[in-house]
């Protein structure tokens, strides 16, 4: 399978007898020792930006070199079942033939709430299973419900559609994931909540950045802030919408190439975090001191600043109030940091303490697997073989 021969084996299969090493390097505009490199196994990883472009190069998803599932297991549910779900023809069919049954507003509130619960501990398989049972009923909830409880309904359907999305991008359904997040904008402009579709430009601009469209992203990120800019006292649900967009606008910009404008964007997100004060949860994600200081990690690690990213992280307390996937995922990038600083035990040591804290989402995430790949490349201990064959990432 694709996902268990690395980046390296990838580019060369799919380069096949079309390009030269040197001819795949041009017209991706990275250098032909990085393609040297990774195709004989001396690198297992690179910049996201540079694994962008050799993407784009050989004309296929980025998801594809990485290799990364495309499927989720099992017969009841699975991508297909998603993918199903948000392409419906309910408005092309005869009413009388439409057979899901409403659940009552409340109902549909609980339901998606939970399914947004299973997506930040990294319950993908169950999701799988769980999104196609639920967002047609939320969907006949959203018919089926008085003119007075239309927005509300719509809010619903909005969450609902924004989990699928969220949910195919860690299995590489791009195309499917960013249906699913317009229709969720859709639903939310119908809703009564004004800051539900502002929110929501976070997760497209975070698809964005799958994709490579970093400047796109940014741009996303910041016009949905500039719209919702605080001004005079203000609610913190608002404040944290707004940093929230602000700071990944920040991400963009690093992925992007542009540091002052990441760094001047973190400053910002770091200024809105300390009014608001605390870690705030609301429109399906967080935002609050700790948020910034993961995300500045984050920015750190893109720009290669190994060092910074780890002095960064010390300000993070161990408790901070985050979803077990963004403390996982923090994880990941102090473990590439001290891996690049050649401090492997500690490098080590961190994978290991992702995995523990999130085995589910890590199966499905491709930096811990490139992490165990580089680790496994100077030792095979018996732990980090068994730990690459759980995430299931190459084991020569």
């Given at each position: 399978?694709?996902?268990?021969?690395?980046?390296?084996?990838?580019?060369?299969?799919?380069?096949?007898?079309?390009?030269?090493?040197?001819?795949?390097?041009?017209?991706?505009?990275?250098?032909?020792?990085?393609?040297?490199?990774?195709?004989?196994?001396?690198?297992?990883?690179?910049?996201?930006?540079?694994?962008?472009?050799?993407?784009?190069?050989?004309?296929?998803?980025?998801?594809?070199?990485?290799?990364?599932?495309?499927?989720?297991?099992?017969?009841?549910?699975?991508?297909?079942?998603?993918?199903?779900?948000?392409?419906?023809?309910?408005?092309?069919?005869?009413?009388?033939?439409?057979?899901?049954?409403?659940?009552?507003?409340?109902?549909?509130?609980?339901?998606?709430?939970?399914?947004?619960?299973?997506?930040?501990?990294?319950?993908?398989?169950?999701?799988?299973?769980?999104?196609?049972?639920?967002?047609?009923?939320?969907?006949?909830?959203?018919?089926?419900?008085?003119?007075?409880?239309?927005?509300?309904?719509?809010?619903?359907?909005?969450?609902?559609?924004?989990?699928?999305?969220?949910?195919?991008?860690?299995?590489?359904?791009?195309?499917?994931?960013?249906?699913?997040?317009?229709?969720?904008?859709?639903?939310?402009n119908n809703g009564e909540d004004e800051l539900l579709a502002?929110?929501?430009?976070?997760?497209?601009?975070?698809?964005?950045?799958?994709?490579?469209?970093?400047?796109?992203?940014?741009?996303?990120?910041?016009?949905?802030?500039?719209?919702?800019?605080?001004?005079?006292?203000?609610?913190?649900?608002?404040?944290?919408?707004?940093?929230?967009?602000?700071?990944?606008?920040?991400?963009?910009?690093?992925?992007?190439?542009?540091?002052?404008?990441?760094?001047?964007?973190?400053?910002?997100?770091?200024?809105?975090?300390?009014?608001?004060?605390?870690?705030?949860?609301?429109?399906?994600?967080?935002?609050?001191?700790?948020?910034?200081?993961?995300?500045?990690?984050?920015?750190?690690?893109?720009?290669?600043?190994?060092?910074?990213?780890?002095?960064?992280?010390?300000?993070?307390?161990?408790?901070?109030?985050?979803?077990?996937?963004?403390?996982?995922?923090?994880?990941?990038?102090?473990?590439?940091?001290?891996?690049?600083?050649?401090?492997?035990?500690?490098?080590?040591?961190?994978?290991?303490?992702?995995?523990?804290?999130?085995?589910?989402?890590?199966?499905?995430?491709?930096?811990?697997?490139?992490?165990?790949?580089?680790?496994?490349?100077h030792e095979r201990p018996s732990r980090l073989r068994e730990?690459?064959?759980?995430?299931?990432?190459?084991?020569?």
């Amino acid at each position: 399978m694709s996902d268990q021969t690395g980046i390296g084996a990838n580019i060369k299969r799919l380069r096949g007898k079309l390009f030269t090493q040197r001819e795949l390097a041009d017209k991706a505009a990275v250098s032909v020792d990085l393609i040297r490199k990774l195709e004989q196994g001396q690198r297992h990883t690179a910049r996201i930006s540079n694994l962008h472009k050799i993407a784009r190069a050989l004309d296929v998803p980025l998801v594809r070199l990485l290799g990364k599932h495309s499927a989720l297991p099992g017969s009841d549910g699975g991508v297909m079942a998603i993918r199903r779900t948000i392409t419906p023809v309910d408005d092309l069919l005869d009413p009388n033939d439409l057979d899901d049954e409403p659940l009552s507003l409340a109902e549909a509130e609980r339901e998606v709430d939970y399914l947004w619960g299973q997506y930040w501990t990294g319950k993908y398989e169950e999701l799988g299973s769980l999104i196609p049972l639920t967002l047609p009923r939320v969907r006949a909830t959203h018919r089926a419900v008085a003119a007075n409880e239309r927005a509300r309904a719509a809010q619903a359907l909005a969450r609902v559609y924004q989990v699928a999305g969220d949910t195919l991008v860690h299995f590489g359904q791009q195309d499917g994931a960013f249906l699913a997040i317009r229709e969720a904008l859709t639903a939310a402009n119908n809703g009564e909540d004004e800051l539900l579709a502002s929110a929501m430009c976070v997760s497209v601009a975070w698809q964005l950045l799958v994709q490579g469209r970093s400047a796109e992203s940014e741009g996303v990120a910041r016009r949905a802030a500039g719209q919702i800019e605080p001004g005079g006292t203000v609610h913190d649900s608002q404040l944290a919408v707004y940093g929230l967009l602000t700071v990944t606008a920040a991400t963009a910009a690093a992925r992007n190439q542009k540091r002052d404008s990441a760094n001047e964007l973190l400053d910002v997100a770091g200024e809105v975090a300390h009014r608001l004060g605390y870690e705030r949860t609301d429109h399906q994600t967080t935002f609050g001191p700790a948020k910034v200081s993961m995300l500045a990690v984050d920015v750190h690690v893109v720009q290669d600043n190994f060092v910074e990213a780890l002095s960064a992280a010390k300000s993070l307390p161990r408790d901070a109030a985050l979803p077990l996937a963004s403390r996982a995922r923090h994880l990941a990038d102090v473990a590439l940091s001290h891996l690049r600083l050649g401090h492997r035990q500690r490098a080590t040591d961190a994978i290991f303490a992702m995995e523990s804290l999130a085995p589910e989402w890590s199966k499905y995430q491709s930096l811990p697997k490139q992490i165990v790949n580089e680790l496994l490349e100077h030792e095979r201990p018996s732990r980090l073989r068994e730990l690459a064959g759980r995430m299931g990432a190459g084991v020569d």
